[in-house]
C-alpha cells in the first residue's frame, strides 16, 4: 500500500458575528507568525523546543493566543523556513501579509458532515458550509484529516483540508496498458497508447490566451503606476489558475480515459528552463513558461489513485526516431510543418505523434526490461 494525500477545499458559510470572530483569529495568527518569523530570522533558531521556551509566554500574554494555537504558531513559521532553506539554500525572512490560521485536527478544529466547528480567540464558534464532494471523506477508516488552513479569499473563507487515504501500488506485472505522451505547445499532449491509437490536445487556444496576457503585462509594466502593479499582480494569478485548470482537465481526461494499471510514459523536460539558449527570443516566454512540470504532478497523483503508474524517460532522439525502421536522423524532423518523415524508410506523421510512439516503444522496453530505458532504442 502507498498513502496519498490531497487537499479538500471547502468554503465555509459565514454571518456578521463569526466573521468577525474569524477575522480576529487569522489577523492576530498571522501577527504572531511574524513575530515568531522576526526572531528565528535573528537567532536561527529552529526547534520547537527552544522556540517555545523562549517565546510561548509572549505568544499567550502579547497576542492572546490559546495553548494549541501557540503551537501551531511555532510550527507554521518553522516549516515555511524549511522550505525557503530547501529550495532557496539561504535565510530569507518569510512575511505572513495574508491573514491566516493553521487548524488541527480534533483540537483546533473539527469537521462532520454539515458541521465546521472552530476555536477562537473567544470561544468555539460552529458554522455550516458547502459539502459539496465530501462526503466520502467522513469515512474515518480509509481517510485521516490533518492540519487545515482556514484563509480569506476575496470576502469569502475558505478551508483547506489535507486528507491521507492509502492506495494500491500498481506492480509492473499488474500492467495492462501503455501511454506514450509527447507534451508540447502546438499539442499540450499527443498519446500513442496499447491499442495503437493516437489522441491530440491542440494548445492553440491556450498560445492564444498566453499571448494575450503576455500583451497586456507588457502594457502595464510600461505605467508603472501602484495600480498597474496591483493589476499585473491580479492577471498573474488569474493566468496561473486557469493554467492550472486546464492541466487539471487535461491529467483528468488522460487518466479516465485510460484503464486501471495503465502505464504513462512521459519525457523528463526538468531542463527545459535551461534551454533558452536554443530558442529564439520572442518565444522564450512561451517555451519556458509553458506549464510542463504541473500537468506532470497532477498526471502523477491522478495516475495514483487510478492504480496507474508514471515514468519519466530521457527526451533525446524521441522526436528523431523512425517507430518503423528505428532510423535516427535530424533532418527526419521538420520543426515548421510539425511533420515527420524518415530519410531511411519514407515513414511520414505528425512529428509530436512519432514523440508519443517512441515514448509508447520506451514504456514497452520498461515492462520487458523492468527499467527505464536510457534512451529511444532502434531495434
Given at each position: 500500500?502507498?498513502?496519498?494525500?490531497?487537499?479538500?477545499?471547502?468554503?465555509?458559510?459565514?454571518?456578521?458575528?463569526?466573521?468577525?470572530?474569524?477575522?480576529?483569529?487569522?489577523?492576530?495568527?498571522?501577527?504572531?507568525?511574524?513575530?515568531?518569523?522576526?526572531?528565528?530570522?535573528?537567532?536561527?533558531?529552529?526547534?520547537?523546543?527552544?522556540?517555545?521556551?523562549?517565546?510561548?509566554?509572549?505568544?499567550?500574554?502579547?497576542?492572546?493566543?490559546?495553548?494549541?494555537?501557540?503551537?501551531?504558531?511555532?510550527?507554521?513559521?518553522?516549516?515555511?523556513?524549511?522550505?525557503?532553506?530547501?529550495?532557496?539554500?539561504?535565510?530569507?525572512q518569510p512575511s505572513f501579509k495574508k491573514p491566516q490560521y493553521d487548524l488541527v485536527w480534533n483540537r483546533d478544529y473539527s469537521l462532520t458532515q454539515n458541521c465546521f466547528s472552530v476555536n477562537t480567540l473567544?470561544?468555539?464558534?460552529?458554522?455550516?458550509?458547502?459539502?459539496e464532494g465530501m462526503a466520502k471523506y467522513f469515512d474515518h477508516d480509509i481517510y485521516k484529516f490533518g492540519t487545515a488552513k482556514l484563509v480569506n479569499k476575496h470576502g469569502k473563507y475558505f478551508l483547506h483540508?489535507?486528507?491521507?487515504?492509502?492506495?494500491?501500488?500498481?506492480?509492473?506485472?499488474?500492467?495492462?496498458?501503455?501511454?506514450?505522451?509527447?507534451?508540447?505547445?502546438?499539442?499540450?499532449?499527443?498519446?500513442?497508447?496499447?491499442?495503437?491509437?493516437?489522441?491530440?490536445?491542440?494548445?492553440?487556444?491556450?498560445?492564444?490566451?498566453?499571448?494575450?496576457?503576455?500583451?497586456?503585462?507588457?502594457?502595464?509594466?510600461?505605467?508603472?503606476?501602484?495600480?498597474?502593479?496591483?493589476?499585473?499582480?491580479?492577471?498573474?494569478?488569474?493566468?496561473?489558475?486557469?493554467?492550472?485548470?486546464?492541466?487539471?482537465?487535461?491529467?483528468?481526461?488522460?487518466?479516465?480515459?485510460?484503464?486501471?494499471?495503465?502505464?504513462?510514459?512521459?519525457?523528463?523536460?526538468?531542463?527545459?528552463?535551461?534551454?533558452?539558449?536554443?530558442?529564439?527570443?520572442?518565444?522564450?516566454?512561451?517555451?519556458?513558461?509553458?506549464?510542463?512540470?504541473?500537468?506532470?504532478?497532477?498526471?502523477?497523483?491522478?495516475?495514483?489513485?487510478?492504480?496507474?503508474?508514471?515514468?519519466?524517460v530521457d527526451p533525446r532522439y524521441t522526436s528523431q526516431c523512425c517507430p518503423v525502421c528505428g532510423h535516427i536522423e535530424k533532418a527526419n524532423r521538420d520543426k515548421k510543418l510539425h511533420l515527420f518523415t524518415?530519410?531511411?524508410?519514407?515513414?511520414?506523421?505528425?512529428?509530436?505523434?512519432?514523440?508519443?510512439?517512441?515514448?509508447?516503444?520506451?514504456?514497452?522496453?520498461?515492462?520487458?526490461?523492468?527499467?527505464?530505458?536510457?534512451?529511444?532504442?532502434?531495434?
Amino acid at each position: 500500500m502507498e498513502e496519498m494525500t490531497v487537499t479538500a477545499k471547502i468554503q465555509i458559510s459565514v454571518n456578521a458575528d463569526s466573521k468577525v470572530f474569524l477575522d480576529e483569529i487569522m489577523s492576530v495568527y498571522s501577527d504572531a507568525c511574524n513575530y515568531v518569523s522576526d526572531y528565528v530570522f535573528r537567532t536561527h533558531d529552529l526547534k520547537q523546543f527552544s522556540l517555545n521556551k523562549a517565546l510561548y509566554s509572549t505568544l499567550r500574554e502579547m497576542f492572546g493566543l490559546k495553548s494549541q494555537m501557540a503551537q501551531s504558531v511555532f510550527k507554521t513559521v518553522i516549516a515555511r523556513y524549511k522550505t525557503i532553506l530547501e529550495n532557496q539554500k539561504e535565510w530569507i525572512q518569510p512575511s505572513f501579509k495574508k491573514p491566516q490560521y493553521d487548524l488541527v485536527w480534533n483540537r483546533d478544529y473539527s469537521l462532520t458532515q454539515n458541521c465546521f466547528s472552530v476555536n477562537t480567540l473567544n470561544g468555539r464558534v460552529k458554522l455550516p458550509y458547502f459539502a459539496e464532494g465530501m462526503a466520502k471523506y467522513f469515512d474515518h477508516d480509509i481517510y485521516k484529516f490533518g492540519t487545515a488552513k482556514l484563509v480569506n479569499k476575496h470576502g469569502k473563507y475558505f478551508l483547506h483540508i489535507p486528507v491521507t487515504y492509502d492506495v494500491e501500488e500498481s506492480n509492473v506485472s499488474d500492467i495492462c496498458n501503455v501511454v506514450g505522451i509527447d507534451r508540447g505547445i502546438n499539442f499540450v499532449v499527443a498519446t500513442y497508447d496499447s491499442k495503437h491509437k493516437s489522441g491530440f490536445v491542440s494548445g492553440k487556444a491556450i498560445k492564444q490566451k498566453r499571448a494575450h496576457y503576455s500583451k497586456l503585462r507588457k502594457e502595464l509594466q510600461m505605467c508603472q503606476t501602484p495600480s498597474s502593479r496591483r493589476r499585473l499582480k491580479a492577471i498573474g494569478q488569474r493566468e496561473n489558475r486557469w493554467m492550472q485548470d486546464v492541466n487539471h482537465q487535461v491529467s483528468k481526461a488522460l487518466v479516465e480515459s485510460n484503464p486501471k494499471h495503465t502505464l504513462f510514459v512521459l519525457e523528463d523536460l526538468s531542463g527545459v528552463r535551461n534551454a533558452t539558449e536554443r530558442v529564439r527570443t520572442k518565444d522564450r516566454y512561451v517555451s519556458v513558461s509553458w506549464s510542463f512540470y504541473d500537468l506532470e504532478q497532477k498526471l502523477i497523483y491522478k495516475a495514483k489513485q487510478n492504480q496507474s503508474t508514471v515514468i519519466k524517460v530521457d527526451p533525446r532522439y524521441t522526436s528523431q526516431c523512425c517507430p518503423v525502421c528505428g532510423h535516427i536522423e535530424k533532418a527526419n524532423r521538420d520543426k515548421k510543418l510539425h511533420l515527420f518523415t524518415c530519410k531511411n524508410c519514407g515513414y511520414k506523421s505528425n512529428d509530436d505523434r512519432i514523440g508519443a510512439m517512441n515514448l509508447y516503444r520506451m514504456g514497452i522496453n520498461y515492462l520487458e526490461d523492468s527499467q527505464v530505458p536510457d534512451t529511444v532504442t532502434t531495434e
